[in-house]
T-cell receptor, first 120, second 113 residues
Framework: GAVVSQHPSRVICKSGTSVKIECRSL??????MFWYRQFPKQSLMLMAT?????????EQGVEKDKFLINHASLTLSTLTVTSAHPEDSSFYIC????????????????FGAGSRLTVL | GENVEQHPSTLSVQEGDSAVIKCTYS??????FPWYKQELGKRPQLIID?????GEKKDQRIAVTLNKTAKHFSLHITETQPEDSAVYFC????????????FGPGTRLSVLP
């Protein structure tokens, strides 16, 4: 089945550095991917919608210069946390929609495994 | 925009009992309602979904019901087992490709042995 591969799964960095997280769709093309942030014991908060070949669409309150998204190909979207600070520490998850006839014929969200970022 | 509420936030049941989680949505144009299960530190996994043209769907011990008029849908788990312990998220979406899903805040289910 369709799989979304995300890495790194864990990353620890120093304050002020930048961190790149990759999200790849395996065996399918994803013109749209979604990036979420999840705080402990909380829900998935959409940060931005990544569109292949065009600019990402950011949700209100998300700094586009802080969280750079690039969707250069139909199988790869990247999220770069620039000049990271301790408050950026979180669990970041990407997802892509896959047409699944077995699931009501709808476009089902398939998630990556997530990336836990710790900024020291 | 769409707003999804979910109750309860935590739920503890004895093994073998049933568990019910309820969600409401605000946008009457939403027509696709999936449920995701997320175990600690892992990715959310789709467990069941329903489209607005049906009122109920069942898959073994899991069922989902939808009331379009009242704009609410529920997840039912029967004969719960310890491995059902996880956080469950409901979501609402329109089925157009590229449309985002709006997630509920989640329910932490604990199945006690």
């Amino acid at each position: 089945g369709a799989v979304v591969s995300q890495h790194p799964s864990r990353v620890i960095c120093k304050s002020g550095t930048s961190v790149k997280i990759e999200c790849r769709s395996l065996d399918f093309q994803a013109t749209t991917m979604f990036w979420y942030r999840q705080f402990p014991k909380q829900s998935l908060m959409l940060m931005a919608t990544s569109n292949e070949g065009s600019k990402a669409t950011y949700e209100q309150g998300v700094e586009k210069d802080k969280f750079l998204i690039n969707h250069a190909s139909l199988t790869l979207s990247t999220l770069t946390v620039t000049s990271a600070h301790p408050e950026d520490s979180s669990f970041y998850i990407c997802s892509a929609r896959v047409l699944r006839e077995a699931h009501s014929g709808a476009n089902v969200l398939t998630f990556g495994a997530g990336s836990r970022l710790t900024v020291l | 925009g769409e707003n999804v509420e979910q109750h309860p936030s935590t739920l503890s049941v004895q093994e073998g009992d049933s568990a019910v989680i309820k969600c409401t949505y605000s946008d009457s144009a939403s027509n696709y309602f999936p449920w995701y299960k997320q175990e600690l530190g892992k990715r959310p996994q789709l467990i069941i979904d329903i489209r607005s043209n049906v009122g109920e769907k069942k898959d073994q011990r899991i069922a989902v019901t939808l009331n379009k008029t009242a704009k609410h849908f529920s997840l039912h788990i029967t004969e719960t087992q310890p491995e059902d312990s996880a956080v469950y998220f409901c979501a609402a979406s329109k089925t157009n490709y590229g449309q985002n899903f709006v997630f509920g805040p989640g329910t932490r289910l604990s199945v006690l042995p």
